[in-house]
């Protein structure tokens, strides 16, 4: 287990503790069981992560271990839940007393199993079979460089040198701000003298640190940027304070020491000393005392910090200032300026865009000569940062003024319009030099991307919606058969625009323009289907693109379904909508089959029916009454059924969905079929919505020759989807008595036990796909024990009329004795069974359900019911048990020799 993974589980445990505690407090007692029982499941999770791979290797060794099982464990832990539900405090203690007994037990077994294997690799008398590999001694390989060297200079800058100067420059710095804030509001000294003497001291101090940078280069350097970031703040505290009277006077101060730092840092090459004083530059505006900064205050104040960045990058590539630069920029800056700035401010905070676009494509620019003309031959740009200043000023400088300008269409086209003659301007002097080839290269496409953006902005209202949407589609065709990933992201780009801007007519303007929806709606599964159409246009999906036409079909197909419902006026309209969203997805999967479309089809697909099954949903819920369904015509019944087909006809074709993704298809298969079931009998939904299901299950039972039908019921999902039916349908079943005529012999009986069999089947496929066998023991028993007491129940309350579904239940003297004998009974004919075919694991079932009869007795019917049920439950418990010791003892394992077996 790898370092990193023991410190994730340990933080993990360590939440769940905190949040369960402080739930407790707050008196959210739900919230501490659940916190509970998923901290029980972790740590034997964790504990089980170090025992299985120790015992393998002790079998292998020829060691004997002594094999544990996690059944008690988990009935402790559910003892102690349901204990704390009902209030129990005595079941609580006994679970939690138990669950610590047998964890402490399994721990003492792990210890055992871990000493025989140190002994025997200390004393190894006899030959190996296995070596024990430690991933945290073997030697640690080199790991790739990470594509970000923003991060890792980051990183290097932190966690590398001396941490504690590091620290304590840091403590200064805040240090120094509350200085400046108290001697603003408290000290009776002029404000003038305040700020003179700490800008004096900073002085000293940046000189202090030039002094000594031959002696402690890191301590120096430290020291001027101390020094430096000091005289920011303190030029800030004495503008917004008055103390210096005008801008102009400002920004000659502010001038004069951004020269200093320059100077400074390009004299001692020191990239960390500029950084540390341009970062308390960018902050400085939010630690005045006084007032904030106005938007163009602000703005303007970034656009000097940006202008000495560009004067230091024409004269050193220092990237990671650029990228600095640029992300404070655009996060702080832009983001400050939607927040504060005013509607009479929108044309000064236009042109400062512009301005900042043109540093930030200036400095793309200049830092692509200078690393080129160190290294030509290893010129390559960074797939992230590097790529953000070439495309990533423009684009977001285009867009802080397209929002600006949102309904001004001479501004955004004619913005568009200035920035591809900028960027054909930049082409024609970029591409004589050959070692920009590439850079040139991003210009030519950054002018296209904007020549690209006129004709859908002098589209009217909702048609520039449809504009953009067809433009990205043509576009997008036109990059796969080109193969160019440029061209592919614009065109993307393209399409989150129309998707927005419909958004802005929806939600702003309180309008819904069919022709718009449609449009984008149509456009949205074009590029889909195109995209899958051809193998040389799948090869050039990555995940990132696959991952967007998963969002595209969400989209497309939740507007198809609004859209249809909108033309279709009809009593029938919600089966008719479905029906043929259904159909249509239908027949798109069919033309994608012949195109030999995999998963770059499955995914999209998978997601985009998500709406239409939410869709299926809300037509159930309206047409349930009173517990049941009632269809208004036969249309309607049979529309739903024959769309709950076509659905699982999607998710089953093709069957390559099982293997690539087995749980989204399972879950998806299950609920078609459950849609389809649900039309057989409404007037007994819970007993309809199972039979097409079960008859699947029945079907794949048999197919023993394909593999992929047993894999499909090895999906978890399909396990909760049973199990939850399991609960709910006892619970909440209204026609559990309809046409009910004896114990069994009825239609809930019947489907119930046939459930259960299916279950039982399903969690047997669970074990070989590696599912912890005492889950799959304690949910055999509860699923079990449910069922049968359910059974139990309805024959009793038709016979006897006794409370059902009631808290009546557990004071009932007759249903707790019935109860009692139940499950003493299934305990003895399973264990009974067990001994004599030799199945171990089966009469380890049996004694878990004596168990749970056993605490049943002891825990409540000692105290809950009346005298004469309470012996008998003891007598015929007690009866019961000592048959089973004669007749069922335990078995002393599997038996595998069929010629073995006692004869019956």
């Given at each position: 287990m790898g370092k990193g993974q023991s410190e994730i589980r340990m933080i993990w445990l360590m939440v769940l503790i905190i949040v369960g505690v402080g739930a407790w407090f707050l008196d959210v007692r739900i919230f501490t069981y659940l916190c509970g029982l998923a901290f029980v499941m972790s740590v034997m999770q964790y504990v089980d992560a170090i025992y299985s791979p120790a015992a393998q290797i002790a079998a292998e060794t020829h060691l004997s271990v002594q094999e544990s099982s996690k059944v008690p464990l988990y009935l402790c832990s559910i003892i102690a839940i349901v204990g704390g539900i009902?209030?129990?405090?005595?079941?609580?203690?006994?679970?939690?007393?138990?669950?610590?007994?047998?964890?402490?037990?399994?721990?003492?077994?792990?210890?055992?199993?871990?000493?025989?294997?140190?002994?025997?690799?200390?004393?190894?008398?006899?030959?190996?079979?296995?070596?024990?590999?430690?991933p945290q001694s073997q030697p640690h390989e080199t790991q790739p460089a990470s594509s970000s060297e923003l991060i890792e200079q980051f990183k290097q800058w932190i966690f590398q040198g001396n941490p504690v100067l590091k620290v304590a420059i840091l403590v200064l710095v805040i240090g120094i701000i509350l200085l400046l804030r108290f001697a603003t509001e408290h000290w009776q000294l002029s404000l003038a003298v305040k700020l003179a003497i700490v800008a004096g001291i900073s002085g000293a101090v940046t000189a202090?640190?030039?002094?000594?940078?031959?002696?402690?280069?890191?301590?120096?350097?430290?020291?001027?940027?101390?020094?430096?970031?000091?005289?920011?703040?303190?030029?800030?505290?004495?503008?917004?304070?008055?103390?210096?009277?005008?801008?102009?006077?400002?920004?000659?101060?502010?001038?004069?020491?951004?020269?200093?730092?320059?100077?400074?840092?390009?004299?001692?090459?020191?990239?960390?000393?500029?950084?540390m004083a341009m970062i308390i530059a960018y902050i400085a505006p939010f630690t005045l005392p006084v007032r904030n900064a106005t938007a163009i205050e602000l703005i303007a104040y970034y656009v000097v910090i940006n202008l000495a960045v560009a004067v230091l990058s024409t004269l050193r590539p220092w990237k990671m200032l650029n990228q600095i630069a640029f992300l404070m920029t655009v996060i702080v800056g832009g983001g400050y300026a939607f927040y504060q700035g005013k509607e009479f401010e929108k044309n000064t905070l236009t042109f400062l865009v512009a301005v900042h676009t043109a540093i930030f494509v200036w400095l793309s620019f200049r830092f692509s000569q200078l690393i080129a003309k160190e290294d030509i031959a290893q010129f390559k740009l960074k797939p992230v940062l590097d790529i953000a200043l070439i495309f990533g000023a423009p684009l977001v400088g285009?867009?802080?003024?397209?929002?600006?300008?949102?309904?001004?269409?001479?501004?955004?086209?004619?913005?568009?319009?200035?920035?591809?003659?900028?960027?054909?301007?930049?082409?024609?002097?970029?591409?004589?030099?050959?070692?920009?080839?590439?850079?040139?290269?991003?210009?030519?496409?950054?002018?296209?991307?904007?020549?690209a953006l006129i004709p859908p902005i002098l589209l009217h209202k909702q048609w520039s919606v449809i504009g953009w949407a067809v433009e990205g589609l043509i576009i997008f065709i036109y990059a796969l058969y080109r193969q160019s990933d440029i061209s592919r992201y614009l065109a993307m780009g393209l399409m989150i625009v129309a998707g927005l801007s419909s958004l802005y007519y929806l939600v702003e303007l309180n309008e819904f323009p069919n022709e718009m929806y449609w449009g984008l709606c149509l456009s949205y599964f074009a590029v889909v289907v195109v995209a899958n159409s051809r193998e040389s246009f799948r090869q050039q999906l990555g995940s990132s693109t696959i991952a967007f036409h998963c969002l595209q079909m969400l989209s497309a197909t939740t507007m198809l379904i609004v859209l249809l419902l909108d033309e279709i006026e009809h009593s029938s309209q919600l089966v008719m909508s479905l029906l043929i969203v259904s159909g249509f997805y239908l027949l798109i999967n069919e033309a994608m089959l012949r195109c030999k479309a995999t998963w770059t089809w499955l995914f999209p697909k998978w997601l985009g029916l998500i709406p239409v099954f939410v869709f299926a949903l809300i037509i159930v819920i309206d047409q349930s009454q009173q517990g049941i369904i009632v269809w208004p015509t036969l249309f309607d019944r049979l529309g739903f059924a024959l769309s709950g087909l076509m659905l699982t006809a999607l998710w089953l074709r093709p069957l390559l969905g099982v293997r690539t993704e087995k749980e989204w298809v399972s879950f998806g298969t299950l609920t078609s079929l459950a849609m389809t079931s649900l039309t057989l009998l409404p007037g007994m939904p819970y007993i309809s919505v199972v039979i097409l299901p079960l008859l699947f299950?029945?079907?794949?039972?048999?197919?023993?020759?394909?593999?992929?039908?047993?894999?499909?019921?090895?999906?978890?999902?399909s396990l909760v989807l049973m199990a939850s039916w399991i609960i709910c349908s006892q619970l909440f079943s209204q026609q559990a008595f309809q046409g009910y005529i004896l114990p069994i012999i009825n239609p809930f009986d019947l489907v119930s036990i046939a459930v259960l069999a299916g279950f039982i089947w399903m969690l047997s496929l669970q074990v070989k796909s590696g599912l912890d066998k005492g889950i799959v023991a304690v949910l055999m028993v509860l699923s079990l024990l449910w069922l049968s007491s359910y059974i139990v129940l309805r024959a009793l309350h038709v016979y006897l009329n006794t409370p059902f579904n009631e808290m009546a239940v557990w004071g009932n003297a007759t249903v707790q004795l019935s109860l009692t004998l139940l499950w003493v009974s299934l305990a003895f004919i399973t264990m009974s069974l067990a001994s004599r075919k030799q199945l171990r694991s089966v009469w380890i079932l049996g004694g878990s359900i004596?168990?749970?009869v056993t605490l049943k007795l002891v825990l409540f019917d000692l105290s809950h019911i009346g005298t004469l049920t309470r012996v008998i439950s003891f007598l015929g418990a007690g009866f019961v048990m000592l048959m089973i010791a004669y007749i069922a003892p335990i078995p002393e394992g599997e038996n595998t020799n069929p010629s073995s077996r006692p004869s019956p």
């Open positions: 009902l209030d129990w405090e005595f079941a609580i203690a006994v679970g939690i007393t138990g669950w610590v007994f047998f964890f402490l037990r399994w721990l003492r077994r792990l210890e055992g199993v871990l000493n025989q294997i140190q002994t025997r690799l200390q004393h190894p008398q006899t030959p190996v079979s296995s070596v024990v590999e430690n202090l640190g030039y002094w000594m940078q031959t002696k402690n280069r890191s301590f120096a350097l430290a020291l001027e940027g101390l020094g430096l970031a000091a005289l920011f703040l303190t030029l800030f505290f004495a503008y917004y304070n008055a103390v210096i009277p005008t801008l102009a006077i400002a920004g000659l101060c502010f001038a004069l020491i951004m020269g200093v730092t320059l100077i400074l840092s390009l004299k001692q090459q020191s990239i960390e000393l500029v950084l285009y867009i802080f003024i397209y929002l600006m300008h949102f309904e001004e269409t001479r501004w955004q086209a004619g913005a568009s319009l200035a920035f591809a003659a900028v960027y054909a301007g930049l082409y024609q002097l970029s591409k004589r030099h050959q070692a920009v080839l590439l850079i040139s290269q991003s210009y030519f496409s950054l002018m296209l991307i904007f020549l299950c029945a079907w794949c039972y048999w197919q023993l020759d394909n593999p992929d039908w047993k894999m499909f019921w090895q999906a978890h999902i004596l168990v749970i």
